[in-house]
């Protein structure tokens, strides 16, 4: 089980708890989470699951493969060095405790 707090660009936050095998783009639709669209459902093809891993993250993620790097770059919101596809990421305890801020739009 893993604690994943979601930052919405007002400010507000919801922390929800996360089991696997989810991803944190699953996580967000199962708790009614606004701000991740996730189109395509999760294939990595969209990009309306776009995030920004918090900076000062320290928790492991899987390095970005090839389809997430090329997906990013045509994101509605602008990429950072800490997007990712929320899709990607897969939880487990070793996230415990991450967070992610929503961007300003999805599509």
Same mark, same amino acid.
């Given at each position: 089980? #893993? $604690?994943?707090?979601? $930052?919405?660009?007002?400010?507000?936050?919801?922390? *929800?708890?996360?089991?696997?095998?989810?991803?944190?783009?699953?996580? #967000? $639709?199962?708790?009614? !989470?606004? +701000?991740?669209? #996730?189109?395509?459902? +999760?294939?990595? /093809?969209?990009?309306?699951?776009?995030?920004?891993?918090?900076?000062?993250?320290?928790?492991?993620?899987?390095?970005?493969?090839?389809?997430?790097?090329?997906?990013?770059?045509?994101? #509605?919101?602008?990429?950072?060095?800490?997007?990712?596809?929320?899709? /990607?990421?897969? *939880?487990?305890?070793? !996230?415990?405790?991450?967070?992610?801020?929503?961007?300003?739009? /999805?599509?």
């Amino acid at each position: 089980m #893993a $604690k994943i707090t979601y $930052k919405r660009p007002d400010g507000t936050e919801t922390v *929800v708890d996360v089991s696997a095998p989810n991803t944190v783009m699953r996580a #967000a $639709k199962i708790n009614n !989470i606004e +701000g991740i669209e #996730a189109q395509c459902g +999760g294939s990595a /093809q969209c990009g309306t699951c776009h995030v920004y891993v918090d900076e000062a993250n320290t928790l492991p993620l899987p390095e970005m493969h090839e389809s997430e790097d090329d997906v990013l770059y045509g994101t #509605a919101s602008p990429r950072r060095e800490t997007s990712r596809l929320s899709c /990607q990421l897969p *939880v487990s305890d070793a !996230i415990d405790g991450l967070v992610v801020h929503l961007p300003e739009t /999805q599509v």
